[in-house]
Nanobody
Framework: VQLQASGGGLVQAGGSLRLSCAASGRTFSSYDMGWFRQAPGKEREFAAA???????LYADSVKGRFTISRDNAKNTVYLQMNSLKPEDTAVYYCAATRGGLTIPTEYDYWGQGTLVTVSS
């Protein structure tokens, strides 16, 4: 599975962005998908995940503001980010797993990352 993330950019606090992650390969629908983020000088952290059965899971820091979804017909997973805060500034990565959902080392495939910058 190859993953291509897009949709990052510069947005003011309180604004919204939608990230997309396009996947290649016929087995996309059988993978659980996650979004992670990494701020400068910090470790990569879990943000959200969606299983192949469309069960969703969120980090407490984004719950209620971010929504993860997937369109298996388009081999794409999305992350709708609302009410953005400066502390959401990070490089966002999409990833695919058949293992655990919240631990980066459980993921088998990673996209290249897309930068989100939230100004105050």
């Amino acid at each position: 599975v190859q993953l291509q993330a897009s949709g990052g950019g510069l947005v003011q606090a309180g604004g919204s962005l939608r990230l997309s992650c396009a996947a290649s390969g016929r087995t996309f629908s059988s993978y659980d998908m996650g979004w992670f983020r990494q701020a400068p000088g910090k470790e990569r952290e879990f943000a959200a995940a969606i299983t192949w059965r469309r069960i969703t899971l969120y980090a407490d820091s984004v719950k209620g503001r971010f929504t993860i979804s997937r369109d298996n017909a388009k081999n794409t997973v999305y992350l709708q980010m609302n009410s953005l805060k400066p502390e959401d500034t990070a490089v966002y990565y999409c990833a695919a797993t058949r293992g655990g959902l919240t631990i980066p080392t459980e993921y088998d495939y990673w996209g290249q990352g897309t930068l989100v910058t939230v100004s105050s």
